[in-house]
């Protein structure tokens, strides 16, 4: 079952803006990993943040994580058209390799 | 990372019948799921791969309805039995690599499956 919740459930901004959509979980995580998935293919594999993290940077990303909250952001800065995708985040727990899934956000970055 | 390939692509098959989807992965695996993501949801695990033993079911999930093979540590095979329009989504295999440094979990291309 989904562990969490995702909002927003659809973002759409112009290109060159930031997106920020943020993932909140029930239970205590051993790491969090985000997910973008373009047009129902398969999940690219985007970073991974340990629950003992609280902030990782790859490129154009950015993820927060605040386990006293439950919740994580990612932030992707200046969006491109190639960023229009489905961003899921999924947590596991300690001792559990089973990914439990965020509902997903919806962006669209328009030209 | 593990690099993952899926067949077929996508199927549209009748109802009633069976359809067997591969996953192969490029090095040797011990962790291998399987996913099912229904139209505008997001993904939930059907099951566990394991290899040499029977896989471990999610709750809502039967062997009768989707057996798994695990021959080995690079392959696997879902079948979805006795069709209906309901089994339409998309079937994910993934593997957890234990070649990264902190275990991500990468996902295959996916099968997209419609029942008609």
């Known amino acids: 079952s989904q562990q969490g919740e995702e909002d927003p459930q659809a973002l759409s901004i112009q290109e060159g803006e930031n997106a920020t959509m943020n993932c909140s979980y029930k239970?205590?995580?051993?790491?969090l990993q985000w997910y973008r998935q373009n047009s129902g293919r398969g999940l690219v594999h985007l970073i991974l943040?340990?629950?003992?993290?609280r902030e990782k940077h790859s490129g154009r990303l950015r993820v927060t994580l605040d386990t006293s909250k439950k919740s994580s952001s990612l932030l992707i800065t200046a969006s491109r058209a190639a960023d229009t995708a489905s961003y899921f985040c999924?947590?596991?727990?300690?001792?559990?390799?089973?990914?439990?899934f965020g509902a997903g956000t919806t962006v669209t970055v328009r030209a | 990372s593990a690099v993952i390939s899926q067949k077929p692509s996508r199927d549209i098959c009748q109802r009633g019948t069976s359809l067997t989807i591969q996953c192969q992965v490029d090095?040797?695996?011990?962790?291998m799921f399987w996913y099912r993501q229904q139209p505008g949801q997001s993904l939930t695990l059907i099951a566990t791969?394991?290899?040499?033993?029977?896989?471990?079911?999610e709750s809502g999930f039967v062997i009768d309805k989707f057996p798994i093979s695990r021959p080995n540590l690079t392959f696997s095979t879902l079948t979805v039995s006795n069709m209906s329009p309901e089994d339409s989504s998309i079937y994910l295999c993934?593997?957890?690599?234990?070649?990264?440094?902190?275990?991500?979990?990468?996902f295959g291309p996916g099968t997209r499956l419609t029942v008609l």
């Open positions: 943040i340990r629950s003992n993290e």
């Open positions: 239970t205590s995580i051993n790491n």
């Open positions: 090095s040797q695996v011990t962790m």
């Open positions: 999924a947590t596991t727990r300690r001792n559990d390799y089973k990914l439990s």
């Open positions: 791969a394991n290899q040499g033993s029977e896989a471990t079911y």
């Open positions: 993934s593997v957890e690599d234990t070649g990264t440094r902190y275990n991500e979990q990468f």
